[in-house]
């Protein structure tokens, strides 16, 4: 099974700001099945990245991901105030498919 | 417009049965995969596992296997989770999602609220 891990756990930035997120895999995640969801209080997850690097459909351009084989990032160029949510990463390469645990990204 | 609504909130006692419900529309229910997702008060998500309902073909996370038992019926275009015996450690809110290419989701039901509790 693959755990992925997300780093950091919070990250506090301001409005107009960069954001790196990482999320690293205990094995390789085959043809760089990963996505990357947002998710906000009291709302479903919603998608944002698949297959590593491509956009979902209505996703800002502000959004970009990265990364292949263990190392995985979702970058958000500058930060919008509806940017402010809770990250998740998700592999999808191998079974059991498995989420990473999360980085809340909060208003410094 | 593809759509996944979800059966309401539910408040049962430890011991008890429960199956909840994820009904598609506004696409080929029987040849997309759809997937369960936990996530308890507070936590992140958490892989429960997938059926294909064109064949009932059901994949679970060892997390869950034999704790919960996912179903399908194609012909009411309705996806379930249902547990035989509620422990108060099964309250989550319980995602149902549909697959797109090898298994990402894009489409995400409301969410269904269980409550375990004595």
């Known amino acids: ?42 709302q479903a997850p919603r998608l944002l990245i698949y297959g590593a690097s491509n956009r979902a459909t209505g996703i800002p351009d502000r959004f970009s991901g990265s990364g292949s084989g263990t190392d995985f990032t979702l970058t958000i160029s500058r930060l919008e105030p509806e940017d402010f949510a809770v990250y998740y990463c998700q592999q999808y390469g191998s079974s059991p498919r498995s989420f990473g645990q999360g980085t809340k990204l909060e208003i410094k | 417009e593809v759509q996944l609504v979800q059966s309401g909130a539910e408040v049962k006692k430890p011991g ?19 997937g369960w997702v936990r996530q308890m008060p507070g936590k992140g998500l958490e892989w429960m596992g997938i059926i294909y309902p064109g064949d009932s073909d059901t994949r679970y996370s060892p997390s869950f296997q034999g704790q919960v038992t996912i179903s399908a019926d194609k012909s009411i275009s309705t996806a379930y989770l249902q547990w035989s015996s509620l422990r108060a450690s099964d309250t989550a809110m319980y995602y149902c999602a549909r697959h797109a290419g090898s298994g990402y989701y894009p489409y995400w039901g409301q969410g269904s609220l269980v409550t375990v509790s004595s």
């Open chain 2, 16 to 34: 008890e049965s429960l199956k909840i419900s994820c009904k598609g529309s506004g696409y080929s229910f029987t040849t997309y995969w759809i």
């Open chain 1, 1 to 42: 099974e693959i755990v992925l891990t997300q780093s950091p756990g919070t990250l506090s930035l301001s409005p107009g700001e960069r954001a790196t997120l990482s999320c690293r895999a205990s094995q390789s995640v085959s043809s760089s099945n990963l996505a990357w969801y947002q998710q906000k209080p009291g």
